[in-house]
């Protein structure tokens, strides 16, 4: 399941569920392969029944792993506000998007054990530092307050663009 996905056609280069299935689950050649969770809705109006029918999955369901990526701007997972959320998946609509998306909850991001992190491009350096070391920031950063408070492992995954200047290759941080 995609922790953020836009309401598009699963078919749309714009749909994450479809870009795992393809570029992932379709390249398997084993007989048994991960199961993807298609709940999200394809249409706008689709959209408050499949809010429930996630909320009810996610409620069964308890994720043990979770694949993030990092937005330049410090988002991850579709979250970029720092909103208090009782369900467990919302609707957005950003101005600069020409779709809705839904999304996955920071409460429940916060309680998945295990967070990995990719982030690839030179784009993100900037970002991934600001998330790391700018303890200053009053700028709301979705991803460092998830790693810092989140519940259990995290772990960022970067290429050399987007690893700030001053780490070596295979470094880690223990906590933020």
């Given at each position: 399941?995609?922790?953020?996905?836009?309401?598009?056609?699963?078919?749309?280069?714009?749909?994450?569920?479809?870009?795992?299935?393809?570029?992932?689950?379709?390249?398997?050649i084993?007989?048994?392969?991960?199961?993807?969770?298609?709940?999200?809705?394809?249409?706008?109006?689709?959209?408050?029944?499949?809010?429930?029918?996630?909320?009810e999955?996610i409620?069964?369901?308890?994720?043990?792993?979770?694949?993030?990526?990092?937005?330049?701007?410090?988002?991850?997972?579709?979250?970029?506000?720092?909103?208090?959320?009782?369900?467990?998946?919302?609707?957005?609509?950003?101005?600069?998007?020409?779709?809705?998306?839904?999304?996955?909850?920071?409460k429940?991001?916060?309680?998945?054990?295990?967070?990995?992190?990719?982030?690839l491009?030179?784009?993100?350096?900037?970002?991934?530092?600001?998330?790391?070391?700018?303890?200053?920031?009053?700028?709301?950063?979705?991803?460092?307050?998830?790693?810092?408070?989140?519940?259990?492992?995290?772990?960022?995954?970067?290429?050399?663009?987007?690893?700030?200047?001053?780490?070596?290759?295979?470094?880690?941080?223990?906590?933020?």
């Amino acid at each position: 399941m995609a922790s953020d996905e836009r309401v598009v056609s699963i078919n749309s280069n714009d749909s994450n569920t479809g870009m795992i299935q393809r570029e992932l689950l379709d390249k398997i050649i084993e007989k048994v392969k991960p199961k993807l969770i298609k709940l999200y809705p394809i249409k706008k109006n689709k959209i408050n029944k499949r809010l429930k029918l996630l909320d009810e999955y996610i409620s069964n369901n308890k994720p043990e792993i979770a694949f993030l990526g990092i937005g330049k701007d410090g988002h991850t997972a579709g979250i970029f506000k720092e909103k208090e959320m009782t369900n467990h998946f919302y609707s957005i609509k950003n101005r600069m998007d020409p779709y809705y998306r839904i999304t996955i909850s920071m409460k429940v991001l916060m309680n998945i054990p295990n967070l990995i992190f990719f982030v690839l491009g030179s784009e993100k350096k900037e970002s991934l530092k600001n998330i790391l070391f700018n303890n200053k920031s009053e700028k709301f950063l979705p991803a460092r307050f998830l790693l810092k408070n989140g519940f259990g492992k995290k772990i960022i995954l970067c290429d050399k663009k987007a690893a700030p200047s001053d780490f070596d290759i295979g470094e880690s941080i223990i906590s933020l």
